[in-house]
């Protein structure tokens, strides 16, 4: 209503000078603060012509050269170029969950990570192994099965033509140890009597030196679990997390620079996730943890870019991928808030970043001996070797037969964030930064009785090709540390 009178307001402006003006003449004019000034500008211009149009309004309002009048669709084209969705399954989802679903998912698997391993090794095809026998062969594929045996690890592989064993022993019998199943790898050897004896196997991985440097003048804050609804939500040390953005406490020269701020997933608590998880809840009714959260974030400064990827707590499919949150979810955010699925490969002004909830990180570090959740951020450099988020199927982390598999890490992102360990861990695998960002929930009884150790409330801050930081909120003031 409100809208239709300025626009008949604008059409009788131009009226009364004896000019008509198109319509989306006046959807300009309706953001035009000085609009008086503007219309007389315009017909100062137009002499001699009797319709106003688009382009009559840009150039009065370039000659007025005024800084206040602000045209709302010219920001917009500037938001959408700022923030690219590379890859994600939201809106994409395919699969029926059938039997040939999961034929054509590790399908599109072994093709993409495959694809990666050809480019670097000359490979055979497994069927056409018979032709090389005594002699020094590599295959590609993916691995079937894992035995322990007295003449070392037989490592069963995969590809589309058939099946081989290759036998580990030696040194490489300690990263056969390391296999997770299902992941696919190179392995060169001598073949003899239809095994190859193994000296070499090859991850995918990426190359020494091969990733780009970005440099950016802004920061992107990772954050993750935030758990809205839990007793446990630390709920003065969140605030003071939202204060420190909105540089309103110490350390504001770093916040004032925050152009993003990354959530990866866990926004709520959720409802029946564990057994007994209604004892540790505050809020019962998922919506409303919702609606708590967006008021929370709601606080954080407007031109902050929130984007927002949900996790196993969470209330859309525990399959991965997981799409963005369901749109009566969607809504109750502000207009900064950007909802993305879980993985989500997105670009923030050329920075490209892999957002992975992490779900596969349980596996991983059960796994691998040598891995830990005290040190998160090394769980995810098994991950980028294999380049895969979720490499062991069948684990604790379920997996959606998606026609296609969205969870190889085929393009080398800048930034891989993970989350849901709840513990804090960042470093740099040749080049790509590794960060998972802790949590907002302080230890349940559930965690207690599994003997899990959260480190709460710790931020991860980067300048894309500078500084790293690590911001403590946890329990007082707010503590800045080198990474
Ligand atoms: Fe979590
Ligand atoms: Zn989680």
Redesign the pocket.
């Known amino acids: 209503m409100m809208v239709k009178n300025v626009a008949s307001i604008i059409v009788k402006k131009f009226l009364v000078r004896g000019y008509n003006v198109n319509p989306k003449a006046v959807e300009m004019l309706q953001m035009v603060e000085n609009l008086d000034e503007v219309v007389d500008e315009i017909c100062r211009n137009a002499a001699g012509r009797f319709i106003i149009t688009e382009n009559d309004v840009e150039a009065a309002l370039k000659s007025l050269n005024n800084k206040k009048i602000v045209i709302p669709n010219l920001e917009k084209k500037k938001e959408i170029e700022e923030i690219k969705i590379l890859k994600d399954v939201t809106g994409n989802s395919l699969t029926e969950g059938k039997l040939e679903d999961f034929q054509l998912y590790f399908n599109s698997r072994y093709e993409k990570i495959s694809r990666i391993l050809r480019s670097r090794v000359s490979s055979v095809p497994i069927a056409s192994l018979g032709r090389f026998k005594g002699e020094n062969v590599t295959v590609v594929g993916m691995v079937n099965s894992i035995k322990e045996t007295p003449r070392g690890y037989y490592i069963e592989l995969e590809d589309p033509t058939g099946f081989i064993n290759c036998i580990a022993s030696g040194k490489l019998a300690e990263i056969a140890q390391t296999l997770l199943g299902d992941e696919v790898i190179a392995v060169s050897g001598t073949l003899k009597d239809r095994n190859i004896i193994a000296d070499r196997i090859i991850f995918p991985d990426v190359p020494v030196n091969g990733n780009r440097k970005i440099v950016k003048d802004f920061f992107i804050v990772f954050i ?2 935030t ?1 809205f609804g839990s007793k446990e939500f630390l709920e003065d040390d969140w605030n003071k997390f939202v204060s420190w953005l909105n540089c309103e406490t110490k350390g504001s020269e770093i916040a004032e620079m925050v152009k993003y701020v990354i959530v990866a ?2 926004i709520v608590d959720g409802v029946g996730i564990y057994p007994g998880q209604e004892n540790d809840l505050k809020i019962v009714n998922i919506y409303e943890q919702y609606e708590v959260a967006a008021k929370h974030f709601d606080e954080i400064r407007k031109d902050i870019k929130i984007i927002m990827s949900p ?3 969470d209330a859309v499919r525990q399959a991965e991928p997981q799409p963005a949150l369901p749109k009566e979810i969607r809504k109750l955010f502000s207009n900064n808030v950007v909802h993305v699925g879980n993985p989500c490969y997105i670009s923030l002004d050329g920075v490209k970043v892999l957002i992975y ?1 992490g779900r596969s990180l349980d596996d991983v570090v059960s796994k691998i001996p040598k891995l830990n959740y005290e040190s998160p951020h090394f769980a995810m450099e098994e991950l980028l070797k294999r380049r895969h988020l979720s490499p062991m199927y069948g684990g604790r982390s379920p997996i959606a037969p998606e026609k296609e598999d969205y969870l190889v890490i085929e393009d080398i992102p800048d930034v891989i964030h993970c ?4 513990t804090y861990g960042a470093g740099f695998y040749r080049g790509v930064l590794l960060v998972n960002s802790s ?1 907002w ?1 302080n230890q349940t009884e559930f965690q207690r009785k599994m003997n899990l150790n959260p480190m709460p409330c710790n931020v991860a801050v980067y300048k894309p090709g500078g500084d790293l930081y690590r911001i403590k909120f946890y329990g007082g003031s707010n503590e800045i540390c080198g990474s």
């Open positions: 993750s679990d758990h997933g866990d996790g196993n707590h909830h989350g849901h360990v709840h949590t929930q």
